[in-house]
């Protein structure tokens, strides 16, 4: 069954980077767009960024636009998020997430998330 | 961006009750519209996609409609397991938008 496992999540200072990883097992990983999708505590679910199948495509919210960048590596089944000028508002837990095969099918799976605190 | 309006915010419902959530777009976005489920500490669950197919595995008391700007997410018969957070979420276009959530909450 498709396993999305996020990792690299924690406690960063005001201004300080983190590269948030996400493991793929289960289907065929260059098949299908991936996404990345927060929510801080207490709060409702933020699209952060997705990426096409092949890497080529990226979108990104205009709230981390500049300051996030999403890759992938299909060889290693894997998703990245690297998060560069932390602040305060990006606190919360980050989802990894299985698009489909195409920029207009919807969200199949989803991991477990992983946590960035940004805190002095 | 298109802005997805859900409605109610929170309900309180009986084990065995109807319950119907509706969710509004800010502009047309034919059937490209999703239902997730979140229980408190879990992750969110795909339901529905295409605003009204259910993913595998997801009970058939659960039901959607809709298309353009106007959608619904139905319980038949509200079971003590569906009691969770809604949130419907539109991938028509990027970015994608999610409505803000309708909390399910036993009466």
């Known amino acids: 069954q498709v396993q999305l496992v996020e990792s690299g999540g924690g406690l960063v200072k005001p201004g300080g980077s983190l590269r948030l990883s996400c493991a793929a097992s289960?289907?065929?990983?260059?098949?299908?767009?991936m996404s990345w999708i927060r929510q801080a505590p207490g709060k409702g679910l933020e699209w952060v960024s997705s990426i096409s199948s092949g890497g080529s495509t990226r979108y990104y919210a205009d709230s981390v636009r500049g300051r996030f960048t999403i890759s992938r590596d299909n060889a290693k089944n894997s998703l990245y998020l690297q998060m560069n000028s932390l602040g305060a508002e990006d606190t919360a837990l980050y989802y990894c997430v299985k698009d489909g095969r195409s920029a207009t099918t919807s969200i199949r799976d989803w991991g477990q998330g992983t946590l960035v605190t940004v805190s002095s | 961006d298109i802005q997805m309006t859900q409605s109610p915010s929170s309900l309180s419902a009986s084990v065995g009750d109807r319950v119907t959530i509706t969710c509004r777009a800010s502009?047309?976005?034919?059937?490209?519209l999703a239902w997730f489920q979140q229980k408190p500490g879990k992750a969110p669950k795909s339901l529905i996609y295409a605003a009204s197919t259910l993913q595998s595995g997801v009970p058939s008391r659960f039901s959607g409609s809709g298309s353009g700007t106007d959608f619904t997410l139905t319980i038949s018969s509200l079971q003590p397991e569906d009691f969770a957070t809604y949130y419907c979420?539109?991938?028509?276009?990027?970015?994608?938008?999610f409505g803000q959530g309708t909390m399910v909450e036993i009466k």
């Open positions: 979420q539109q991938y028509n276009s990027y970015p994608r938008t």
């Open positions: 502009q047309v976005i034919s059937n490209y």
């Open positions: 289960g289907f065929t990983f260059s098949d299908y767009y």
